[in-house]
């Protein structure tokens, strides 16, 4: 099972009518959150499902025939038949204690809508445009390889554009040869996003680091906005209001940068490597470092483990993730010798014991390919 995600190249008379879908969503959804507490406190005994049952019908049977309610019926009863699922899935969520109680939506949540298909699974066409159940038909902005079924799809927007989401129930791709066999290490470093035993460097993508600096100047330029504040009543102007708009545009943008670099980079590594090995990441330990931190979590190699988590079966290679105790990047991998004084800023991996010299992040990713099996935990089917 995967999901596809594709922006939609929308007109205006379109962008009009996901933003009112996802009103209208949000509405349903406050709608049934209020009727749910109003019903527990009126001391009605219900399970969570039959207490959204009623609230369904009441919808149906009573708002819906108010006039000023009759809007509605112009709406896909998709929509709102999702919206009181989506509150019955957050209600459940928060009884198993996995979520926080559900809380009403505001314009400033993330917009979005979900709508299905009411006869099952539809086809999705290969091509530049995508029919999407009781919608219509929409052009995309990169269009489909291959053709799939689907039943249910989400509309979300992201800063000004919307995407359509839906999930696919099947196995991507055929298994393929992997141009190496023998297991590799991949070491993961500030200076260097990706050093691999095989010698291969990945360098983070240098538009990245620019767009960064960009975002820094515009937020310096625009430090004296009045931004406004709720408790005072004091409003945002105008040009602020303006100014968040192009700030999660900048955002927006920088995160797709990232995603696209390591979309790319885990998809070539799965399907070159038939045995990747990679350092479990010290969480606490990196963040507790401020100055690495902030770099860590910019290159995203939470992101980069997990999509290699996802992909590795994708492309039927295997992950071992390396005991973090490991010493990869402290033992000389000639003489066994353990390098305490090796230093962060230290660049070239020196023996003091037998003189061996190498690139200091090779010679950890080396380290980590040739790391022993009871040092390694496998991803997937034979986790211990
Ligand atoms: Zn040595």
Redesign the pocket.
């Known amino acids: 099972m995967f999901a596809i995600k594709r922006r939609l190249k929308l007109n205006k008379q379109q962008h009009c009518l996901m933003a009112q879908y996802a009103g209208f969503s949000r509405l349903v959804y406050n709608y049934g959150l209020d009727l749910f507490w109003q019903s527990v406190d009126a001391g009605l005994k219900a399970s969570d499902s039959k207490r959204i049952q009623a609230i369904k019908k009441c919808l149906t049977n009573v708002t819906k025939k108010r006039a000023e309610f009759a809007w509605m019926n112009q709406m896909s009863s998709k929509v709102y038949q999702s919206a009181l699922q989506d509150l019955q899935t957050a209600f459940s969520r928060w009884r198993k204690g996995i979520a926080k109680n559900p809380v009403r939506k505001t314009r400033k949540n993330k917009q979005s809508f979900t709508v299905y298909d009411g006869n099952g699974v539809v086809l999705v066409k290969s091509g530049k445009s995508i029919k999407i159940p009781t919608l219509g038909t929409f052009r995309l902005q990169e269009p489909l390889k291959e053709s799939y079924v689907s039943q249910t799809f989400t509309i979300s927007r992201e800063a000004d554009a919307w995407y359509v989401c839906f999930a696919v129930d099947a196995e991507r791709i055929p298994p393929i040869m992997h141009a190496v066999a023998e297991p590799v290490g991949i070491d993961l470093g500030v200076k260097t996003f990706a050093t691999i035993s095989d010698e291969t460097e990945i360098e983070a993508p240098k538009p990245y680091k620019i767009a960064k600096t960009k975002l820094g100047q515009f937020q310096y330029h625009n430090r004296n906005k009045q931004c406004g504040n709720k408790r005072t009543g004091e409003k945002a102007s105008n040009s602020a209001k303006k100014y968040y708009k192009k700030l999660a545009r900048f955002h927006k943008r920088i995160a797709d940068k990232r995603q696209d670099f390591l979309n790319k980079t885990t998809t070539s590594i799965c399907k070159k490597y038939a045995h990747i090995k990679i350092e479990d990441l010290n969480v606490s330990g990196m963040v507790a470092n401020r100055k690495l931190s902030s770099a860590i979590s910019d290159l995203g190699f939470y992101e980069f483990r997990r999509q290699l988590e996802y992909k590795t079966p994708v492309f039927g290679s295997k992950l071992d993730i390396v005991d973090r105790w490991y010493p990869s990047s402290k033992q ?6 353990k ?1 305490d004084g090796l230093k962060l800023k230290d660049r070239v991996f020196n ?6 010299t190498e690139d200091r992040d090779l010679h950890a990713a080396i380290n980590l390919a040739n790391a022993p099996d009871d040092k390694c935990s496998r991803v997937g089917s034979s986790r211990t």
């Open positions: 000389c991998r000639k003489c066994k010798h390098h023996c003091p014991s037998c003189g061996h």
